[in-house]
C-alpha cells in the first residue's frame, strides 16, 4: 500500500513536470499570521515538489456552511479546508468530508513509528488529520494586577484580588467547565456535572457572579486589542494570539497557562471530489502533515505539532529567533493543569446549552 | 454674498451678557480640570466679560484687541497646560476675539433679512449650532480613526508616543503593507472591477423597469414592486446561502457547458449577485423621481418625429438623471462595501476589499485596514470636490451665478 | 404591453436568481423528509406504537430499525440522522454515531431479536423518549421549526413552550424591532434638522456640506463599526476626553459600549446618510414660497412649519424610515462587534444556525418570520404613505 502511494506519487510528479498546463488546487483556511505560517511550512515547498500552484482561501470561519451547501449543489470547489476539530466532527456526521485512513492515507514518523500512533488521541474523528494544537488560555495585563499576578485559572472569577473588566468568548464552550472548575466541582467530574440541569445551571451562576465585568469577543482578534488598549485586566484567546502580543508587539501583557483548554485545528478532505482532485488532496495531505513539516509551522506561529514526533524537532522562530518550545502550550511547564476539549461532550449538548446560554447572556 | 442687513453696533448690556455666557462654558471645561466647575463658570463668565468691556469701551482698536486676546490666551495655556494647552488656547483666543466684535459689531445680522425678530436671529443661529453638533457626529469617529492608520503598532490604540506627538509613535507601514502585500492589492482590484459593473447592471435594468412600471396600467405592479425590491429585505445572511445555490447551478453551466474560463465566470458569478443587491435602491430612487415626471414631454418628442430610443436618451433621461445617479451611488456603495454575500457566493480569487477587511478583523487586528481607509477617504474627498468645482465652472459658463 | 416588456428583463433575472432560490431557501423551514428517508420502516412500524403510554415499542419496530440502519450505515446517512435529532433531544447525535459501528455489524435477518441487544448497545435505545422524538419528527412537512422559531418545541404530546431559560428567540425578535424602532426614531431625529439645512442653503454650501454626509457614507461599514469601537470603550477617545478635561473621574468612567447604548449610537451613525439622502432630495422640491406666503398671511414660524412644511417632507421621512428599519433589522455584524450581551439581535441567531449549529430549518423559519414581519411593514406603510412617494434621492 505504501509503496503503491509513493508510485502514485511519483506518477503526479511526472505528469505534473510533463503536463502543459499547470494543476492548481485550493486550500482553505483562516486568513492572517496563520495563512503565512502555513504557506511557509507546507504550500511553497509542496508547490515546489510538486508543480501544483495553490491558491489560498480564506474561508475557514464559514467553511461548514459553505461546504454543506457546494455538497448540496454536487459542485465542491474547495480541494482540501482547514478547520477546528469540532467542525470535522459535524462535516463527517455531515458526510460531507473524507474519511481517512491514518495508518495508509498519511505519513509514518521517521523513526517507523505508524500514523495512527504518532497521532494518538488527537485523532478525533475519522475523517479529521490533526495538524496543530492550540490552547484557550488568557493573558493578563501584567501593571494592572498588582503584586501578586495570577497564577490560577480561579483568578478570573476573583473579583476582589483582581478588580477590572475580562474577556471571555461569547459561547459555552471553555466558559461553563472554567465556572465549574472554580466552583469546587473536580476536573474528573466536569463533564458528569454537565450533563445535567442542576450543572449547568451552577456553571451559569458562577458566571453570574463576574457577568458585569465581562467583555464578551467572538473574534480571536479581540481580546490582544482589549488587553493592548487595557480595557481589560484578563481575557481569554489563543495562545498563538498572545505569543503575538507579548514577543512581537512587546505589550505588558504575560500568560496564565493554568486550565488552558487544548483544542485541535487540522485538515478535512471534502467529500465529493473527482477522483483525480481527491487524489491530489490525499497527495498534498500526506506531505503537509508529516512530521518535518508539522515540526516547521511552528517556526511561524506558536502551535503545538499534533505528532508526538514532531515535538523534538521545534526549533526557533524564523524572524524573531527565540526558542519555541517554551511557547508551545504543550510544553511540559505549561501543560500542568490541562483540559482537552470534549469534542463527544460538545457535539451533543453545544446547541442545548448554547440556547440556555444565550438566554442566560440576555437575561 | 452680499450683506442683505446694515449692520449697527450692539448696546453693552447684549454683547456683555452674551460674551459672558461663552465664557461660563469654556470655564466650565477649566473648572472641571481643576476641581470645581461652579467656580471655573464663574471665573470664565467675569472674566470674559471683563476682557470685553476693556477692548470695547478702552482699547477700541479691533486689531490690537485680536492680537492680545490670542496670545495671552496662548500664553496662559501654554504656561497651565504644555504644548498642547497652549494650541487650545491659541484656539479659545480666537474665537472669543471673533465672538466679542460679531457681537459688538453687530455682524451676525449682516447675513440675515432685515425684518427678523431677535427670538428669530436666535433660533437661526441656535439651529446651527445643533446641525453643527450633528455634523461633528457624523464625522468624528472617521477623523479620529484615521490618524490610527500612521500607528507604528499593530493595534487599533492610541499609544502614549502618539498622543505626545512622539515621531516614534507614528509609522507609514501599515500603507507599505497595503501596497506590497499581494492579497490588499488583488482584493482591492477585485472591487474596482465588481462594484462598477455591478452598478451599470442593476443601474441600466433598474432604470428600464423603473420606466416600465410608471406607465399606467401595469397589472400587477405592487407585487411587481414588492419582488423587484425583496433583495432589500431578506436578511443577508438567507440571501447569501439562497444565493449560492443559484449561482451553483449557473457556474456549471457555463463552465461545464459552455466551457468558460473558471476565473471569469467567477466574476459574472459575484457581479450578477451584488447586481441584484443593488436593485432595490435603483427602482426606488427612479421610481420616484418619475413620480413628477410630465408625459407631455415623451408625447411631444414622439410627435416631432423622435423614436422612442431618441426619445428616451434625450428627453426622458436628462429628467431623471438625478435619480438614476444616486440610485447607482446606493447600488456602488451596497457592493463596494458587501461582506456577506460575496462570503458565499465568491471564491479566493474574487475576494474583495471587504471580504480581506473581514478577515483581516478576525484574525490580526491591523490597522492596514485604516490605511485603505483613509486613502479611500482622501480619494473621495478629491473626487467629490473635483465634480463639485466642475458643475460651478460649467455653471459659470452657462452663465449662471452660483446661487 | 410595452411597459411590460421594459420591466421583463428585470423581473425574470430577480425572480430566477433571487426569489426563488431564496423561496426554496426558506422553504427548508418546514421541509422534513430526513427521519422517513433514513427509517422509512421504523417510521411506518412507529404508526402503530402508542406514544403517549409507557411501553416501549416491541420488537418489532426494533427489527425494523436495525433493518433501516444497515442501510443507513452503509449509505453514511445515519449520523446526518443523529445531528438532525439532535436539535431537538439532546444526546441522540452521540447515540446514533457511537452506536453505528455496532449497528453496522448485526444482519437484520439473523441475528434477531435485537430489543435486548440495542439496549445494550446504547441505553439510548431503552428511553421511551428517543422513540417518541423519532416518532413526532417523523413527518415530511414540519411545524417543528417555526414552533423551535417561537421558543416552543413539537413533542408528542403537541406545541409545548420551551423550559424557561431556553427562552430567547422570541425575547429577541421583540428586541431586534424595538431598538430598530429607536435606531429608526433617533435617525430622524438626527436626519431632520441636516435635511432642513441642506435643503435650503445655498447650492455651493450645501453641496460642500454633502461631503460630510457622503463620507461616512463611502467609508466601510467594518471601519465606522471599529471607529465606534475605540470611541467608546471604557479606554476610550470619549471616555479620555472627558476623564482629561474632569468632566467625569477616572474610576467612574461612562459605560457606553456593550450595551444598548453603544448599538444604538453605532447603528444610528451607520445609517443616518440613508435617513438623509431621502430627505434631503425631497426638502428640496418644497417650494420656498410655500411658507413665505403662509408667513406672509400671518402664521407663525412654527404654525408655518408644522402646517405648511412638515406635512410636504412626510415622504421622505417615510422613505427614509422604511429603509433605516429594514437596513437595521438585518444587521448583525456592528450588533455582534459593538452590542454585547445586550445588543445581540435575531439576525445574529439565524448567522450562528447558518453556519455553526447547521440547523438550517430553523435558521430559515426565523428567517420567514422576519421577512413576514417586514412585509407586514412593508404593507401598512404602501397603505399609509403609498409605496410610491418613497424618495431616496
Not at chain 3, 479606554?235 to 476623564?243: M, R
Not at chain 3, 438585518?330 to 439565524?350: A, C, H, L, M, Q
Amino acid at each position: 500500500m505504501k509503496l503503491k502511494n509513493t508510485l502514485l506519487m511519483a506518477a503526479a510528479c511526472v505528469t505534473a513536470a510533463g503536463g502543459a498546463m499547470a494543476e492548481e488546487m485550493t486550500i482553505v483556511s483562516w486568513g492572517g499570521a496563520y495563512s503565512k505560517s502555513q504557506l511557509k511550512a507546507y504550500h511553497e515547498p509542496y508547490s515546489a515538489k510538486s508543480g501544483v500552484t495553490i491558491l489560498n482561501d480564506d474561508s475557514s470561519a464559514e467553511a461548514v456552511a459553505k461546504l454543506r451547501a457546494m455538497n448540496e449543489a454536487g459542485n465542491v470547489t474547495w480541494d482540501v479546508v482547514d478547520v477546528v476539530a469540532s467542525d470535522a466532527i459535524r462535516l463527517c456526521d455531515e458526510g460531507l468530508a473524507l474519511e481517512i485512513d491514518a495508518d495508509t492515507q498519511l505519513a509514518a514518523a521517521p523513526d517507523g513509528t505508524s500514523a495512527s500512533e504518532d497521532f494518538g488521541d488527537l485523532l478525533v474523528s475519522d475523517c479529521f488529520i490533526p495538524q496543530i494544537v492550540y490552547s484557550t488560555t488568557f493573558g493578563y495585563r501584567t501593571d494592572m494586577v498588582g503584586d501578586t499576578p495570577p497564577t490560577d485559572i480561579c483568578a478570573v472569577f476573583d473579583l476582589d484580588a483582581y478588580p477590572g473588566k475580562r474577556a471571555l468568548e461569547k459561547r459555552p464552550i471553555n466558559n461553563v467547565e472554567w465556572a465549574l472548575l472554580c466552583d469546587g466541582v473536580a476536573k474528573d467530574d466536569v463533564y458528569d456535572v454537565l450533563e445535567t440541569e442542576e450543572g449547568q445551571n451552577r456553571a451559569l451562576a458562577k458566571l453570574d457572579t463576574i457577568k458585569d465585568s465581562v467583555v464578551w469577543w467572538s473574534a480571536g482578534a479581540d481580546t490582544p486589542q482589549l488587553l493592548a488598549d487595557g480595557e481589560i485586566v484578563m481575557g481569554s484567546t489563543y495562545n498563538g494570539r498572545l505569543f503575538s502580543v507579548i514577543e512581537e508587539q512587546k505589550q505588558p501583557v504575560a500568560m496564565l497557562w493554568d486550565a488552558q483548554v487544548f483544542d485541535l485545528d487540522g485538515w478535512i478532505i471534502p467529500a465529493g471530489l473527482s477522483e483525480e482532485r481527491q487524489k491530489r488532496a490525499l497527495d498534498y495531505i500526506m506531505f503537509a502533515t508529516d512530521t518535518q513539516r508539522l515540526a516547521d509551522q511552528a517556526k511561524y506561529i506558536s502551535y503545538g505539532p499534533a505528532r508526538a514526533s514532531s515535538a523534538p524537532l521545534v526549533g526557533q522562530h524564523a524572524e524573531l529567533g527565540i526558542e519555541m518550545a517554551p511557547h508551545m502550550p504543550t510544553d511540559p511547564n505549561n501543560a500542568q493543569n490541562t483540559f482537552l476539549y470534549n469534542y463527544e461532550f460538545w457535539a451533543d449538548y453545544r446547541d442545548d446549552i448554547d440556547a440556555k446560554f444565550q438566554a442566560w447572556l440576555a437575561k | 454674498m452680499a450683506a442683505l442687513t446694515p449692520i449697527s453696533r450692539k448696546p453693552l448690556s447684549l454683547v456683555l451678557p452674551t460674551v459672558a455666557v461663552a465664557g461660563a462654558v469654556a470655564g466650565m471645561f477649566v473648572g472641571a480640570s481643576n476641581g470645581s466647575v461652579v467656580l471655573g463658570m464663574l471665573g470664565g463668565a467675569i472674566a470674559m466679560a471683563a476682557v470685553a468691556s476693556v477692548y470695547i469701551t478702552i482699547l477700541k482698536n479691533e486689531q490690537y484687541a485680536r492680537w492680545i486676546n490670542i496670545i495671552g490666551s496662548g500664553l496662559l495655556g501654554f504656561l497651565f497646560g504644555g504644548l498642547l494647552g497652549g494650541i487650545l488656547g491659541l484656539l479659545a483666543g480666537w474665537f472669543f476675539a471673533f465672538f466679542i466684535y460679531w457681537m459688538y459689531e453687530g455682524r451676525y445680522r449682516r447675513k440675515l433679512l432685515p425684518y427678523m425678530t431677535a427670538r428669530q436671529v436666535f433660533w437661526h443661529y441656535a439651529f446651527r449650532v445643533i446641525c453643527g453638533a450633528i455634523f461633528t457626529f457624523l464625522i468624528t469617529p472617521i477623523l479620529v480613526v484615521l490618524p490610527l492608520s500612521f500607528n507604528a503598532q499593530d493595534f487599533f490604540t492610541f499609544t502614549p508616543e502618539m498622543l505626545r506627538l512622539d515621531p516614534e509613535g507614528y509609522s507609514l507601514k501599515h500603507y507599505r503593507d497595503f501596497f506590497s502585500n499581494n492579497e490588499w492589492q488583488r482584493s482591492f482590484k477585485n472591487s474596482l472591477i465588481i462594484a462598477p459593473i455591478a452598478t451599470v447592471i442593476s443601474v441600466s435594468l433598474g432604470t428600464l423597469a423603473a420606466i416600465g412600471l410608471s406607465q399606467s396600467h401595469v397589472p400587477g405592479r405592487r407585487l411587481i414592486m414588492g419582488v423587484l425590491i425583496s433583495p432589500m429585505i431578506v436578511p443577508l445572511i438567507i440571501s447569501a446561502t439562497g444565493m449560492f445555490f443559484f449561482y451553483s447551478d449557473i457556474g456549471r453551466f457555463l463552465e461545464g457547458t459552455l466551457g468558460m474560463n473558471k476565473n471569469f465566470v467567477g466574476y459574472v458569478k459575484v457581479v450578477l449577485a451584488h447586481a441584484v443587491l443593488g436593485i432595490p435602491f435603483v427602482i426606488i430612487t427612479v421610481t420616484a423621481t418619475l413620480v413628477g415626471f410630465d408625459r407631455s414631454l415623451t408625447r411631444a418628442a414622439a410627435n416631432m418625429g423622435a423614436g422612442p430610443v431618441k426619445t428616451f436618451f434625450s428627453i426622458q433621461m436628462p429628467l431623471i438623471l438625478p435619480g438614476v445617479i444616486s440610485g447607482g451611488l446606493f447600488a456602488f456603495i451596497t457592493s463596494f462595501d458587501e461582506v456577506v454575500v460575496i462570503l458565499f457566493v465568491g471564491s479566493a480569487s474574487q475576494k474583495t476589499l471587504p471580504w480581506q477587511m473581514f478577515t483581516g478583523l478576525r484574525e490580526q487586528i491591523s490597522p492596514t485596514i485604516l490605511a485603505v481607509a483613509t486613502i479611500l477617504v482622501v480619494f473621495s474627498i478629491a473626487l467629490l470636490t473635483t465634480v463639485e468645482l466642475l458643475r460651478r465652472r460649467s455653471e459659470r459658463l452657462r452663465g449662471l451665478s452660483p446661487a | 404591453m410595452r411597459a411590460l416588456m421594459l420591466i421583463a428583463p428585470l423581473l425574470v433575472f430577480v425572480l430566477l436568481s433571487f426569489v426563488i432560490p431564496i423561496a426554496s431557501m426558506l422553504f427548508r423551514s418546514v421541509e422534513n423528509g430526513i427521519v422517513s428517508e433514513t427509517l422509512p420502516l421504523t417510521v411506518e412500524a412507529l404508526d402503530g406504537w402508542d406514544a403517549d403510554g409507557d411501553q416501549l415499542p416491541d420488537e418489532a419496530i426494533y427489527e425494523a430499525f436495525v433493518r433501516d440502519m444497515v442501510v443507513a450505515i452503509e449509505a453514511k446517512k445515519h449520523t446526518r440522522l443523529g445531528s438532525r435529532l439532535n436539535y431537538e433531544e439532546t444526546g441522540m447525535s452521540s447515540m446514533f454515531r457511537k452506536s453505528g459501528r455496532a449497528l453496522k455489524k448485526l444482519n437484520p435477518d439473523t441475528d434477531g431479536p435485537f430489543k435486548d441487544q440495542l439496549i445494550d448497545i446504547h441505553d439510548g435505545f431503552g428511553e421511551l423518549q428517543t422513540w417518541r422524538v423519532i416518532k413526532t419528527h417523523s413527518v415530511e412537512v414540519t411545524n417543528g421549526y417555526f414552533l423551535n422559531a417561537i421558543d416552543m418545541q413539537r413533542t408528542h404530546e403537541g406545541a409545548v413552550s420551551q423550559p424557561e431559560d431556553k427562552q430567547i428567540l422570541v425575547k429577541l425578535f421583540i428586541r431586534t424591532m424595538f431598538m430598530s424602532l429607536i435606531i429608526t426614531g433617533s435617525c430622524i431625529l438626527l436626519a431632520y434638522p441636516i435635511s432642513y439645512l441642506l435643503a435650503t442653503l445655498p447650492m455651493r454650501v450645501s453641496n460642500l456640506l454633502m461631503i460630510l454626509v457622503l463620507l461616512p457614507f463611502w467609508t466601510s461599514l467594518l471601519v465606522r463599526t471599529s471607529a465606534w469601537k475605540v470611541m467608546l470603550q471604557q479606554q476610550g477617545v470619549i471616555n479620555d476626553t472627558l476623564v482629561w478635561l474632569g468632566l467625569v473621574s477616572d474610576s467612574a468612567r461612562l459605560i457606553i459600549i456593550n450595551n444598548q447604548i453603544g448599538t444604538i449610537i453605532a447603528m444610528t451613525h451607520i445609517l443616518l446618510p440613508f435617513m438623509i439622502l431621502p430627505m434631503y432630495s425631497v426638502m428640496q422640491t418644497i417650494p420656498v414660497t410655500y411658507t413665505r406666503a403662509a408667513k406672509s398671511m400671518g402664521a407663525t414660524n412654527w404654525t408655518t412649519f408644522w402646517r405648511i412644511y412638515f406635512p410636504q417632507s412626510i415622504p421622505g421621512i417615510g422613505a427614509g424610515s422604511i429603509l433605516v428599519f429594514i437596513l437595521s433589522i438585518g444587521y448583525y455584524i456592528t450588533p455582534e462587534i459593538v452590542g454585547g450581551t445586550k445588543g445581540v439581535f435575531i439576525s445574529n441567531r439565524i448567522a450562528y444556525h447558518i453556519s455553526s449549529s447547521l440547523n438550517w430549518g430553523l435558521a430559515a423559519a426565523l428567517g420567514t418570520i422576519l421577512l413576514g414581519v417586514v412585509l407586514i411593514l412593508y404593507w401598512a406603510y404602501d397603505k399609509i404613505v403609498g409605496i410610491d412617494n418613497v424618495k431616496l434621492g
